[in-house]
């Protein structure tokens, strides 16, 4: 019975979900869990990643079984071990288009211990930081933050604005305006300028 509960929760999540243990504990006891998730890996249904970390793997006919992003092991990994997450400043602008430099190691800053997680072929380092850096994790806007910190105080010109403008909805926008508060002096003006360029 849990097994089938386990199993029709994975597949309503859709391909490429990831998933930890931690995640299906309101449906059965941890060793239940542990049991019927290794049970559905043996069956081939979901995919063993890492210790305690599967997933509903996506399907290319091409290429078979396709490798998850970085991203979601990341959130994975932050809702086992509850810690927040933040990209770090090169991700954040990579995922902005503000630069084209792709990570070698995807890095993400948080609350928890510094730590290395080896995920099939992918290397994913998580870094302690500081309240400071962890200023609107888990938003949009806190990838803002993160990009303004990678591009630097005197780099920022108008096309940066106006794609970091076009990259928020007013919600976020809102939020922007909120959290700049809690940032160093130099990004002020430029919030503003984002803020405003709408």
Do not use: C
């Amino acid at each position: 019975m849990i097994t089938s509960n386990i199993k029709q929760r994975i597949i309503g999540k859709g391909r490429g979900a990831i998933f930890a243990p931690t995640d299906f504990l309101d449906i059965g006891s941890r060793a239940s869990v542990d049991q019927a998730l290794s049970r559905l890996a043996d069956q081939g249904v979901i995919r063993r990643l890492a210790r305690g970390l599967y997933d509903y793997p996506k399907k290319s006919p091409r290429f078979g079984f396709l490798s998850p992003s970085a991203d979601d092991i990341a959130k994975a990994v932050a809702r086992k071990y509850g810690p927040i997450l933040q990209p770090s400043p090169s991700m954040a602008a990579n995922q902005l288009g503000l630069s084209t430099q792709v990570p070698s190691k995807p890095t993400y800053m948080t609350y928890g211990p510094t730590r290395t997680k080896k995920v099939g072929r992918q290397v994913i380092q998580f870094r302690k930081a500081s309240p400071k850096t962890l200023v609107s994790a888990g938003h949009k806007t806190g990838v803002i933050f993160q990009a303004l910190r990678y591009v630097g105080k005197d780099r920022v010109d108008s096309q940066i604005v106006d794609r970091l403008s076009r990259a928020l909805d007013d919600n976020d926008l809102k939020l922007l305006e909120k959290q700049s508060r809690h940032l160093p002096a130099w990004m002020h003006p430029i919030v503003r300028q984002i803020v405003e360029h709408k």
